[in-house]
């Protein structure tokens, strides 16, 4: 039941999925999608400049990666970043129940919508992602407001 998961624990795949995509020379976003028994569907990260493409976010990386599923309600969307405008609209289309997000303070996206919509929102205020991104945005500036569609 979902209220025996350990969110930190789960955090720790996504976090795991920044650290890789940091390796790589990307923007340090991850995230995965687990049911609510806690099993792994699929997990991904950020790779923008990798792939030079804009869609491959953490989060659509992991739905990608985690293939057809029936339903989404009983899914949890975990990821080390408050989810973008794109990808909160995934979480709605697709009615994904639960977000985890392992920080908002870098970057609040859509978490208030996706509350106002019914979805169950956990922000767990983790201080490695919060430094992991923040120490990124300071070096990457420019690569960052192009992540979030700012000019
Ligand atoms: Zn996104």
């Given at each position: 039941m979902a209220h025996t998961i350990d969110y930190r624990s789960l955090l720790e795949t996504a976090v795991a999925e920044a650290r890789q995509g940091l390796a790589e020379g990307?923007?340090?976003?991850?995230?995965?999608?687990?049911?609510?028994?806690?099993?792994?569907?699929?997990?991904?990260?950020?790779?923008?400049?990798?792939?030079?493409?804009p869609s491959v976010h953490g989060e659509t990386d992991a739905f990608r990666k985690a293939g057809r599923q029936r339903r989404y309600r009983d899914t949890i969307m975990v990821t080390t970043l408050a989810p973008c405008w794109y990808c909160s609209g995934l979480v709605r289309q697709f009615n994904i129940g639960t977000v985890v997000v392992g920080e908002s303070v870098n970057f609040s996206g859509g978490?208030?919508?996706?509350?106002?919509?019914?979805?169950?929102?956990?922000?767990?205020?983790?201080?490695?992602?919060?430094?992991?991104?923040?120490?990124?945005i300071a070096a990457n500036p420019e690569v960052w407001n192009e992540d979030i569609g700012e000019d």
């Open positions: 990307g923007i340090p976003i991850g995230a995965a999608l687990f049911n609510n028994d806690g099993n792994l569907l699929g997990c991904g990260h950020n790779r923008r400049i990798q792939e030079n493409d978490i208030d919508w996706l509350r106002e919509n019914g979805v169950t929102v956990i922000d767990l205020h983790d201080e490695e992602c919060i430094a992991m991104l923040g120490d990124y």
